[in-house]
């Protein structure tokens, strides 16, 4: 079983940057792949990015992509979401989430998750 934890959200001007931390407990972290989810007040939870276990490879949502950059650090259990380039409609709560299979941008896919971090976006 793996527990995540989010932390590094927070308040920010349109075009600041943020990064998110995700951090793991549980031995087989490094097994999993890992992926950020968001949810914005009255929408669903959308994928933003994901990472493979191995950390080769990377899918993005295509409202990010070329602003966020995810990567994990296996030695200290964590994965990061690296936010540029923010914009207003970035704006909502982000989850980490983890998968015991192979990399995937389909949300009913992933196993465990976290309680989110809020980021806002002010135009």
């Known amino acids: 079983q793996v527990h995540v934890v989010e932390s590094g959200g927070g308040l920010v001007q349109a075009g600041g940057s943020l990064r998110l931390s995700c951090a793991a407990s549980?031995?087989?972290?490094?097994?999993?792949?890992m992926g950020w989810f968001r949810q914005a007040p009255r929408k669903e939870r959308e994928f933003v990015a994901a990472?493979?276990?191995?950390?080769?490879?990377?899918y993005y949502a295509d409202s990010v992509k070329g602003r966020f950059t995810i990567s994990r650090d296996s030695a200290k259990n964590t994965v990061y979401l690296q936010m540029n380039s923010l914009k207003p409609e970035d704006t909502a709560v982000y989850y980490c989430?983890?998968?015991?299979?192979?990399?995937?941008?389909?949300?009913?896919?992933?196993?465990?998750w976290g309680q989110g971090t809020q980021v806002t976006v002010s135009s």
């Open positions: 989430a983890a998968d015991r299979g192979t990399i995937t941008t389909k949300i009913h896919q992933y196993d465990y």
């Open positions: 549980g031995r087989t972290f490094s097994s999993y792949a």
């Open positions: 990472i493979s276990w191995s950390g080769t490879i990377t």
